[in-house]
């Protein structure tokens, strides 16, 4: 520990950040991808692309589901949004029992024919999704620990940070390429890093919310003596009961369509019905209750409001009050829906990645940051050259390329690969998630073996082709091209598209200055920093 209160604190920034900042760097990533998870996923199913929804989509979905499994137990049916073209639904075999959740059964219908489709198999955008947590091929709670530690450890640094640059908010006004290589990495991880700091906060701590239980189950277990399922029930995370049995007398399902005309009426402003839920059809005590497509509560999660009705007669019910929150759940709730943005619109959704991206530069510009103020401090004015280095500086150096530039390259030979694979391919799910991991690792076996600048400029250009020709694979494979796409103003599919070609040439830009050396070129003679010296002080 340095001498100092700053000084310690930029010690423990700079520790706590670069030890876990590979991993960080994946979570971060990965993380932002995934608020549009249903929007990738629909991007690697081609199949869905010519769902389009109208206004008898709903009635159309339950008479199909009445010839598909009319003895089942309960449907459930997804209807289309803003974020997903094509109707989901799932049914429980009458013989099943209540909580078995591998007894239901799936399927995809047509939203303007009702025709059950068979999209290709895929990991979609619910593999980044999890990757961001639970990692893969590993023990999930093993998983969730290495994340929630290092999910702690990014807390740290960011409080440390805070504390160590004390001038943070000026220099987020200040970027300065003419300088050295240190101070426009300087300036460019401050910048990012203020630019989203209220997000970095709220996301870092709500995601340890999120593994609350079990990283600190400590007071849980001594206040429901070690019954962790009683302290669920009694926060509201209960298993909805079992619906009831169905009734011995058939009965017909009463038209659906009055019923959702009065549910769009109260849910105008919230985008209609997004679901249906129908228990026992065909028999006297069916029962129909509908929810909103989008939440008015971040605490609550999904939709907190709903309407039942007979499925009979269609005589609306009563429902039971929905239970109190007590006002540290409630809080602890609002986190952590605050982290999941399930009830964001797509305004607040494209906030959200856009801080994420903000949130993955400033992990990727500390990460290299570490490797340029080290190089600075002996004396190099080139600080992407190679050169006599420690082996701990040169290892850094090199996963840094091969995490930083080469993450995102294996992200675009997942969606490749999506496109790529026979659609029929058997586990086709599992080979798109091979060819991830065979793509990273090529990355990070190619970094020791190309001096750093070639190294860099290499991955970033592989990775800046892959997604810049994204939208060319698509216009070859699928007919949600944006030649399509954007005539019939599907932002859906244009959306991933035009953010492809974005990132891609965003990579492409960054391949341009390291290949071309500008940043070693424009740099000052580098001053010769005096170990633990605090940077932001020699401005």
């Keep these: 520990m340095k001498d100092g209160f700053r000084q310690s604190m930029a010690w423990l920034h700079t520790w706590s950040g670069l030890l876990l900042g590979w991993l960080l760097f994946a979570v971060f990533l990965t993380g932002t991808i995934a608020y549009f998870r249903q929007e990738v996923t629909v991007w690697m199913q081609p199949e869905l692309h010519g769902s389009v929804p109208d206004a008898g989509t709903a009635v159309r979905a339950v008479e199909r589901m009445g010839q598909i499994a009319p003895d089942a137990a309960q449907w459930t049916i997804s209807l ?30 047509d939203a303007g024919t009702g025709a059950v489709l068979e999209p290709r198999e895929t990991a979609g955008g619910n593999f980044l999704y999890r990757f961001h947590f639970e990692l893969y091929g590993m023990p999930r709670e093993t998983a969730r620990w290495i994340v929630g530690i290092a999910t702690m450890a990014m807390l740290v640094a960011i409080v440390s940070g805070i504390i160590t640059h004390r001038r943070i908010f000026k220099d987020f006004f200040t970027f300065r390429p003419e300088k050295s290589a240190l101070r426009s990495w300087m300036d460019g991880h401050v910048a990012a890093a203020v630019l989203a700091l209220p997000f970095h906060l709220m996301i870092t701590y709500s995601g340890l919310l999120l593994f609350m239980t079990m ?53 105008a402003d ?71 943005a399930r009830f964001a619109g797509p305004g607040m959704r494209w906030l959200f990645f856009v801080s994420g991206v903000a949130g993955t530069v400033m992990v990727g510009s500390g990460l290299i940051l570490w490797v340029v103020k080290r190089r600075s401090q002996r004396g190099r004015a080139d600080t992407w050259a190679d050169g006599p280095e420690p082996f701990g500086h040169r290892l850094a150096d090199r996963l840094n390329i091969g ?43 190619h970094a020791p073996l190309r001096p750093s600048r070639r190294g860099w400029a290499e991955q970033l250009w592989a990775g800046a082709a892959l997604f810049v020709l994204l939208p060319l694979l698509n216009l070859a494979t699928a007919a949600g091209h944006l030649g399509n796409s954007l005539p019939a103003g599907n932002w859906l599919l244009a959306g991933f598209d035009l953010t492809a070609l974005a990132f891609g040439l965003l990579l492409g830009f960054a391949a341009r200055k390291v290949g071309r050396g500008a940043f070693a070129r424009k740099a000052a003679p580098a001053p010769v920093l005096p170990a633990g010296a605090v940077v932001e002080e020699s401005a």
Excluded: C
């Design 80 to 109: 289309p949004g803003e974020r997903s073209p094509a109707v989901s639904v799932s049914w429980r075999p009458a013989d099943a029992k209540p909580n078995d959740r591998a007894a239901l059964k799936r399927a995809t219908l």
């Design 215 to 267: 990283l600190m189950p400590w007071a849980v277990d001594l206040a429901y003596d070690g019954n962790r399922q009683a302290y669920f029930a009694e926060s509201g995370f209960r298993r909805a009961p079992p619906p009831p049995r169905p009734a011995p007398q058939a009965a017909p399902l009463t038209s659906v369509a009055p019923l959702l005309a009065e549910a769009d009426r109260r849910w």
């Design 270 to 340: 919230r985008g209609g019905v997004g679901s249906l839920t129908v228990t026992n059809p065909g028999r006297a005590n069916a029962t129909i209750e509908l929810r909103p497509a989008e939440s008015d509560s971040i605490g609550r999660g999904a939709a907190t409001e709903r309407l039942l009705f007979d499925g009979v007669t269609g005589r609306a019910l009563e429902l039971p009050p929905a239970d109190p929150q007590p006002a540290a759940m409630a809080t602890g709730n609002y986190l952590m829906g605050l982290h999941l």
């Design 403 to 445: 995490v930083v530039a080469g993450l995102p390259l294996a992200v675009a030979a997942y969606f490749w690969a999506n496109r790529l694979l026979p659609a029929g391919l058997e586990e086709r799910a599992g080979w798109e998630i091979g060819v991830f991991f065979l793509a990273w690792a090529a990355a990070l076996l």
